[in-house]
């Protein structure tokens, strides 16, 4: 599956944004999604995952409340929708996607859209 994530942008902190992530191929409702992100001069960290239903989603205690994240099948999407954002939520927003459930490990998932970049000013 090729993935290509969109939405990314400069912000304010307070204010909303959703990001996307387009899926190629007929399988993706087969995939379980997630949401990464780095920012710069750090690792990157798991924000929340979605399973292949999307009856089951997962966050970061960091993100909790603050952001989620859903799935549309038919459209090959998932989605990342972000509120309240902070000036420590700016990073580069990766999707990912993996065949089993759900775990919030980077080196789990095989596939990977190429980034987008959130900046939230303070």
């Known amino acids: 599956v090729q993935l290509q994530a969109s939405g990314g942008g400069v912000v304010q902190a307070g204010v909303s944004l959703r990001l996307s992530c387009a899926a190629s191929?007929?399988?993706?409702?087969?995939?379980?999604m997630a949401w990464f992100r780095q920012a710069p001069g750090k690792e990157r960290e798991f924000v929340g995952g979605i399973s292949w239903s999307g009856d089951s989603t997962y966050y970061a205690d960091s993100v909790k409340g603050r952001f989620t994240i859903s799935r549309d099948n038919a459209k090959n999407t998932v989605y990342l929708q972000m509120n309240s954002l902070k000036a420590e939520d700016t990073a580069v927003y990766y999707c990912?996607?993996?065949?089993?459930?759900?775990?919030?490990?980077?080196?789990?998932?095989?596939?990977w859209g190429q980034g987008t970049l959130v900046t939230v000013s303070s």
């Open positions: 990912a996607a993996r065949r089993d459930s759900p775990t919030s490990h980077a080196s789990d998932y095989a596939y």
């Open positions: 191929g007929r399988t993706f409702s087969r995939y379980t």
